[in-house]
């Protein structure tokens, strides 16, 4: 089991969430490599809106097997593609 402090393995998540954002919201004009590791995940940056969220979610949940639960918990999940990455290995690591 990785450690939550595991960063060659966080690394590597962020990399396949890129590739899965992107094809999951069709970011126009962008790929994964666009998507900033500690910048706002949603915004004019991006291109990302509260709509993309909602199948972001469903992603996420479905692709990860972790569950997000209330608005404060995604609002941090998805501030940036590094919080949305720990999120999901802190939640995975938590069994």
């Keep these: 089991m990785q450690?939550?402090?595991d960063t060659d393995g966080l690394e590597t998540?962020?990399?396949?969430?890129?590739?899965?954002?992107v094809a999951t919201v069709g970011l126009a004009g962008l790929s994964g490599d666009d998507l900033p590791a500690d910048g706002p995940l949603f915004?004019?940056?991006?291109?990302?809106?509260s709509i993309d969220v909602l199948e972001l979610v469903v992603m996420v949940e479905k692709e990860y097997g972790v569950t997000i639960k209330?608005?404060?918990?995604?609002?941090?999940a998805f501030e940036t593609l590094r919080s949305l990455a720990t999120f999901i290995q802190t939640k995975r690591a938590e069994g």
């Design 3 to 5: 450690k939550v402090t």
């Design 13 to 21: 998540l962020m990399a396949d969430l890129r590739q899965k954002i």
């Design 43 to 49: 915004g004019p940056t991006t291109g990302l809106d």
């Design 70 to 76: 209330g608005k404060e918990v995604g609002e941090q």
